[in-house]
């Protein structure tokens, strides 16, 4: 046992570093998933169907605003919408209330009850759903809506010419199909030390498909 030991600090102190990077990168990795269930806790609570104005949907800092979307997202929804119009919906069905205000909350209630009797497309597990009072045509819309991220972050470990180093990256996506991401390398040795130094950074615009 005593001899087990002691190999086992033998290889600590050989590898001290390689372990507490490891150490290290397992804590970033708990920060991340921490940070990974908050946003999922938030995300989960925006996905209740909220009922919206006509209105706000022309205006994308309001729209923005009511469904908790950035405003890239908020302009696409905009677009979309007008387009939709034109379309025949996916599903219909019939309700029964004394206005078209009353309407839309009885539609939104159903749907975060998870009513059996809605059409399966008005029960869709999307990141979005907002229910619309369409005064023109006397009707209620019920919106699915998949958001595209504003914001992404990395992290991991990699190696350039026999050197360890951590990569932490964000991206910005500030339009559907374009963004800029940065990207610095940290010296895992230096974090053993309790210091922080970059081996390299880079800056770049990515084009999404």
Not at 149 to 155: G, H, I, L, N, P
Not at 173 to 191: F, G, R
Request: glycine share 4%; net charge positive; with cysteine.
């Amino acid at each position: 046992m005593i001899q087990v030991f002691q190999t086992w600090i033998t290889a600590f102190k050989q590898n001290r570093w390689l372990m507490v990077l490891a150490l290290f990168f397992l804590l970033i990795c708990a920060m991340l998933f921490w940070f990974w269930q908050r946003t999922q806790q938030a995300e989960e609570k925006y996905r209740q169907a909220v009922v919206l104005q006509q209105e706000q949907l022309e205006q994308s800092q309001a729209l923005g605003k009511a469904l908790h979307i950035s405003q890239m997202n908020a302009k696409e929804l905009h677009v979309a919408y007008d387009a939709l119009k034109a379309k025949p919906p996916v599903a219909s069905f019939t309700v029964n209330a004394p206005s078209l205000e009353v309407a839309a909350e009885q539609v939104a209630e159903r749907i975060n009850k998870l009513d059996a009797t809605l059409p399966p497309a008005a029960l869709e597990k999307t990141d979005r759903t907002a229910v619309v009072k369409n005064d023109s045509e006397y009707k209620v819309d019920v919106l699915k809506i998949n958001l595209d991220k504003a914001w992404e972050v990395s992290a991991g470990v990699g190696s350039h010419r026999g050197d360890a180093y951590m990569p932490l990256g964000v991206q910005r996506n500030y339009a559907p199909h374009k963004a800029v991401a940065a990207e610095v390398h940290l010296v895992p040795e230096e974090l053993v030390r309790g210091k922080i130094k970059t081996s390299g950074w880079e800056v770049k615009h990515v084009w999404r498909y």
